[in-house]
């Protein structure tokens, strides 16, 4: 964000746009990011939330009309235009017509086809378009989890917590003020997925589109909730597992839109580790900790003056939230299994979740 020397040259109403607001005293004996300001939470925090849903869409757009979608078009026109040739140099014509007409693409003259022009049909033509976007739609999402994994990672391990010592979630709570590098990243993943939301109502309509639908608004209730009730430790390390994952299904949806068929089954099965692991061994650690060993841990009740929210509401409403979450994550995960088994006997990889002309 903007730093203060800039903030104090912008008319009042934007500074909490670009800068952090609500900057406290840090405590006595902070625990991590010691060399960080802290910061309080408040309403104003959604105008960073604001901004950033504003700079995704720029960066989404740039990423996929002025790169990604460029190369996917470079590279799958090329590998079309070989196998078309590679096809006339076997069997003397090649694979489509011109328009429907009898005569092959204008071609059959070209003894070796090295020359000919040639002439895609409509099929092969929107298969490609389709191949294209979704390509540069994969290659924004692959940058973005990869670099917020990465910035994740980052604040994880600077924060005393660990995966598989989940005790340390809820020690010492609340975790007020927080530090800036920890907000920053909270409200950036907020942005993100509110952002998701209206891109996915943009896009084609995918065949899981109520249950993707209802994951990104129960992932942005306890978002919001975990950062207003400052449960941000238990969230943090979520928002870690999560992004795991993502980046590869990224990645393995870009290699398919590439045809690069045999990558993607190999980076499938990664995907497939990853998944599991971190979704349905850690995240139900995580699951544990919040339904349970947050009960032991937490020595007060519902305090708001010294920010502590944690009250039996609260903590029913915040582990059905989790556990519904989990429950989505396993439906998906049987999809994942079903095009492992399509892997498995020779069919390849395929997104069971894609759009329904993908077929």
Partial sequence: MINLQVSEKLPSFLVPFFTLSYPTTPPAHPDSFYDSLYYATGILDACVIVSCIAVMAVLRDVTRIYLAEPFAKWKLTRDWERSQREKIKVNGVPQGFVDGSSVPNGIASHKDGEHAPLTMSKRDVRRIHRSILRFGEQSWSFIYYTANFTFGVYVHRNLPTRVLHPSDLWLDYPHVPLAG??????????????????????????????????????????????????????????????????????????????????????????????????????????????SVDSLHLVSEMWAPERGNYFSPFMHKTFSILLVLVEVLQVIWFRMLCRIAYRVVIGQGASDDRSEEEDG
């Avoid at 990224?250 to 990853?274: E, N, P």
């Fill in 181 to 290: 590098t920890v907000k920053f990243y909270y409200l950036t993943q907020i942005a993100f997925y509110i952002h998701q939301v209206f891109i996915l109502n943009a896009e084609a309509r995918r065949k899981d589109y109520v249950r993707t639908m209802v994951h990104h608004i129960i992932t942005i209730t306890l978002m919001v909730a975990s950062y207003a009730y400052n449960f941000t430790r238990s969230g943090c390390v979520t928002m870690v597992l999560m992004d795991c994952s993502d980046v590869f299904i990224a990645l393995v949806k870009i290699l398919r839109y590439l045809a690069l068929y045999t990558l993607c089954d190999v980076l499938f099965v990664v995907l497939l580790v990853s998944w599991f692991i971190t979704r349905h061994v850690l995240f139900i650690i995580v699951i544990k900790s919040a």
